[in-house]
């Protein structure tokens, strides 16, 4: 069974490009999470997405970033015009339904660079 | 939102047990305690949840008092491959809300030869 997985695993970006960041959630797991982790610091939530609906978004900035979960395909977290600031890993996380006593499975992140 | 406090690091020796201690004098009767573990570039991995009294595992115990405004984490007899940032998280995910996920600044565990 595998893990959750996340794509590309180091993404290098110039400011005001676009960053287009994948999540595929473990089998069988219909529920995602978005995290964003700074150097030296715990991991923020962003978002938390179902198939095809967004549950939470009260971590996500409003300007920029923007997350979905289509009913087919991976969840994709994507940040337009990026700027220095938005260099972090990006870790996402999954679960069967609403997380079992929040309990997540994470995937390994997307080290996010912007130049 | 509860809010956490824990040690900002800790050393012990390899064999040692290790405890340790979160903080969350405003938890909500809802909540769960929740430790992950993460290794340097990677995802953080869950290790334990608690309620209340004792919850063990396989690979920890947590230790929640009556009144659940702390909790204590006990790693028995820790190796090397111990050495980790430990996360303590207070909530719930319910279906409309992923309240209170997000990860404070965690516990670096040295484990030393």
């Known amino acids: 069974n595998a893990g959750v997985m996340q794509n590309p695993r180091h993404l290098v970006r110039r400011r005001g490009q676009e960053a287009r960041l994948r999540c595929s959630p473990m089998k069988g797991h219909s529920h995602v999470y978005w995290y964003r982790q700074l150097p030296e610091e715990g991991l923020k939530f962003m978002v938390y997405l179902q198939k095809e609906n967004i549950i939470d978004e009260s971590g996500m900035p409003k300007e920029r970033f923007s997350a979905e979960f289509p009913k087919e395909g991976p969840s994709i977290l994507r940040i337009q015009q990026v700027v220095r600031g938005d260099s972090a890993a990006y870790f996402c996380?999954?679960?069967?339904?609403?997380?079992?006593?929040?309990?997540?499975?994470f995937g390994p992140g997307t080290r996010l660079t912007v130049l | 939102l509860a809010k956490t406090t824990q040690p900002i690091s800790m050393d012990s020796y390899e064999g040692q047990e290790v405890n340790i201690t979160c903080s969350h004098n405003?938890?909500?009767?809802?909540?769960?305690i929740t430790w992950y573990q993460q290794f340097p570039s990677q995802g953080p991995r869950f290790i334990i949840q608690g309620y209340k009294t004792k919850v063990t595992n396989e690979v920890a115990s947590l230790f929640i008092p009556a009144d659940r405004k702390s909790s204590t984490l006990s790693l028995p007899r820790v190796s090397l491959s111990d050495t980790a940032v430990y996360y303590c998280l207070v909530g719930a995910i319910s279906s409309g809300s992923a309240r209170q996920l997000t990860f404070g600044s965690g516990t670096q565990l040295t484990v030393l030869p």
């Open positions: 996380a999954s679960s069967p339904e609403v997380a079992r006593y929040n309990e997540q499975f």
């Open positions: 405003n938890i909500a009767t809802n909540d769960y």
